[in-house]
């Protein structure tokens, strides 16, 4: 079952091809991670999944969406990252994070408080906006902050930071890392033509608005091991007219595939509003053919995500040459155990042998008594 096969990413085994993908939590305090951020990651690894992303990490504390992401934007920031790498990889799965920087999607409010700019009702609570850069002086949208445009210098220093924060992420103990170049964040807001208006050398044509992309990846790639993985997470379109196009992906993760990306991550959207807005229709892996495409014509390995909710449908995505990993999020938070009941749904774990040990040898007993209640 290719679902639940191993898979080599340069030195790094997955015991599956079952990824949980960045989500953000919203509940760090300057960046640091906690008890929280430890249970919510740790449930996955003793789940079963095979590699398990943190949240979206920002490099600069002017680079989170809000005041409480994570960070890595300092040396003091790996211990309390070190805890969640060390607990995921005790218990069989392969901490990654994901590194980004919210450029003019930056100082916002929680999405549970609105979502949108940081208000009155924010300030008084302690939550001060902050300035925020972009590539343009566009606001993402009406009502919200107007970034700064970067300066060449400023984009210099920049691309360290993801350097900086890359070298403190391999310190805590991740193993797999990725790059957010998607949902309207800073790199994916210079690779659109709808965001990025620049007339330099990072702006312009194709080649200039992707001058970024490639110059962190770049960065990165020097500052982590050679034989770690590196992903980089794209907006494969951005689904409104005059934006970024598919065309446009695959010219990119061809360029990423010469810097050493090993794995490109398949979202979309986001370009304005909320992370993955667009106006694509939301179905069952909908961004799936997105993965083929960039599988096929950029000669990558890519991983599917998007409304895949049950292992036969995951199983068939792989079986199609579709993609060669599957990230499930939503359908995880509901069911932490998902990867594990897939596994006994496909035959593969009658005994249970897969579970923590302190809940397999309950449960295992209890598949064998028939006194269970139903309706």
């Not at 408080?113 to 850069?133: F, K, R, T």
């Not at 210099?156 to 900086?164: E, K, L, P």
């Not at 998607?182 to 690779?191: D, R």
């Amino acid at each position: 079952m290719k679902l639940f096969e191993e898979v080599h990413l340069r030195n790094i085994v997955s015991r599956n091809r079952l990824v949980v993908p960045p989500m953000c939590q919203y509940s760090a305090h300057e960046g640091f991670a906690n008890d929280w951020h430890l249970v919510h990651l740790g449930r996955f690894a003793t789940g079963g999944m095979g590699i398990i992303f943190a949240e979206a990490t920002a490099v600069e504390k002017r680079g989170r969406i809000t005041h409480g992401d994570l960070g890595l934007w300092s040396d003091e920031h790996i211990e309390s990252h070190s805890k969640l790498a060390h607990f995921i990889n005790l218990h069989g799965a392969v901490p990654a994070i994901q590194l980004g920087h919210a450029g003019r999607k930056a100082s916002m409010q929680r999405p549970w408080a609105g979502n949108g700019p940081l208000d009155d009702v924010d300030i008084s609570s302690g939550d001060m906006p902050w300035e925020i850069v972009g590539p343009s002086d566009e606001a993402v949208s009406e009502g919200f902050i107007k970034p700064t445009p970067l300066e060449t210098n400023d984009i210099s220093d920049i691309v360290d930071a993801f350097s900086s924060a890359t070298h403190r992420a391999y310190q805590a103990g991740y193993r797999a890392l990725e790059i957010h170049g998607a949902h309207g964040y800073l790199i994916h807001s210079f690779l659109s033509p709808l965001s990025n208006h620049r007339n330099d050398k990072y702006g312009g044509d194709l080649k200039g608005r992707m001058r970024l992309a490639l110059e962190v990846t770049e960065a990165v790639r020097g500052a982590w091991p050679v034989e770690l993985p590196l992903f980089f997470r794209v907006s494969s379109v951005d689904d409104v007219d005059g934006g970024w196009t598919l065309n446009d992906t695959v010219s990119l993760a061809s360029e990423l595939k010469t810097l050493g990306v090993d794995v490109i991550d398949c979202s979309s959207g986001g370009i304005s509003g909320s992370a993955t807005a667009a106006r694509t229709k939301r179905q069952a892996g909908y961004q799936v053919p997105f993965a083929k495409k960039i599988r096929e014509e950029a000669g990558l390995m890519t991983q599917a995500v998007g409304l895949i909710t049950n292992p036969t449908q995951a199983s068939t995505i792989l079986k199609s040459g579709s993609a060669d990993l599957i990230a499930v999020g939503r359908e995880v938070l509901d069911n932490p155990t998902w990867a594990l009941h897939a596994a006994r749904q496909m035959g593969l774990d009658e005994s249970m042998e897969s579970w923590p040990q302190q809940y397999g040898w309950w449960l295992s007993r209890r598949a064998k008594s028939s006194i269970l209640y139903s309706e």
